[in-house]
């Protein structure tokens, strides 16, 4: 079993398609299967379930997915860890971010890291937090900027980015809109607009509405803040937000309402860093930065 074929498999697995992973990997279609097919017979089992239009996994290759992107990663590390020690900074870094993570500006983050070692080559995937958990616990991703996470699902470390507390948006002309303060029980029986439940905001106003003992019922579900706030400016119902979604340009006009109490909801962003293995060069580097522009 070679390397090269771990990353065909993987790029197989991801693209859920011949063709486009073996365009993603310059390399040839046939190369490509035959890569695969030499992976099958060394296993002895069939690793992907072909048919004209679409190709998945089995189970055995469900299993050797996790193995394989481990062993990747680890071979990045160590291509890494080599470089670094004669002083250069190569390979790929590999991060994950919600959207509108609180606490850090990912473009300018990036751009300092890329003007700093413009030889590493830089992957960005967006992505809800679950999905960014799985992702550093398997190595796709060295490390993700992420809303805060429940201590039974991490045992990685976390590293503080921001604290804030979260606020109700609703339309100029909402019955809300009145008040600077908002009572839970004034909250019951709204219709609200939120992201899918996989984003951070989303989490942690559910979180919220729990331990209020007050529930609710999201209609419309969006994957982007954009959308949420025209939705909001449209009449279409109220989002509980981060208060920084309110100082965003497309939510100017909105009435922005806090809660009422001593210990409004809050949300709070973190670093995901991996678990029972050190970070790579790249992410250390990258820690740096953040250390340097992350506020007190």
Not at 110 to 138: C, D, K, N, Y
Not at 221 to 235: A, C, F, M, T, Y
Request: some cysteine.
């Amino acid at each position: 079993m070679e390397l090269r074929q771990l990353e065909h498999f993987v790029a197989v697995a991801e693209e859920r398609h011949f063709t486009r992973a073996a365009e993603r990997l310059a390399v040839s279609q046939s190369g490509l299967s035959a890569s695969v097919r030499a992976l099958e017979h060394e296993l002895r089992t069939p690793l992907f379930s072909r048919t004209t239009r679409t190709v998945r996994l089995t189970e055995a290759g469900q299993a050797l997915l996790v193995e394989a992107e481990r062993t990747l990663a680890g071979a990045r590390a160590a291509r890494d860890a080599v470089d670094a020690v004669r002083g250069l900074l190569r390979g790929t870094l590999t991060l994950g971010v919600e959207q509108c993570v609180a606490g850090v500006s990912p473009a300018r983050l990036l751009a300092a890291f890329h003007r700093e070692h413009p030889h590493m080559e830089i992957r960005l995937r967006q992505e809800g937090t679950s999905s960014l958990l799985e992702g550093v616990a398997g190595g796709r991703l060295d490390l993700a900027f992420a809303a805060t996470v429940s201590p039974p699902e991490w045992r990685g470390e976390l590293v503080p980015l921001a604290r804030e507390r979260m606020v109700v948006l609703c339309a100029p002309g909402h019955p809300l809109a009145d008040g600077t303060r908002v009572e839970w029980t004034a909250l019951r029986g709204r219709s609200f607009i939120d992201f899918h439940p996989d984003w951070g905001p989303r989490r942690a106003a559910d979180e919220a509405f729990a331990a209020a003992g007050v529930r609710r019922t999201v209609g419309l579900e969006v994957n982007d803040v954009h959308s949420l706030l025209e939705l909001v400016h449209e009449g279409l119902g109220i989002a509980v937000v981060p208060h920084h979604f309110s100082r965003k340009p497309e939510a100017r006009g909105l009435g922005v309402v806090e809660f009422a109490g001593a210990r409004p909801p809050g949300y709070r962003s973190v670093v995901v860093l991996p678990p029972a293995r050190s970070l790579s060069p790249g992410a250390k580097a990258l820690m740096e930065l953040v250390r340097q522009d992350a506020p007190g």
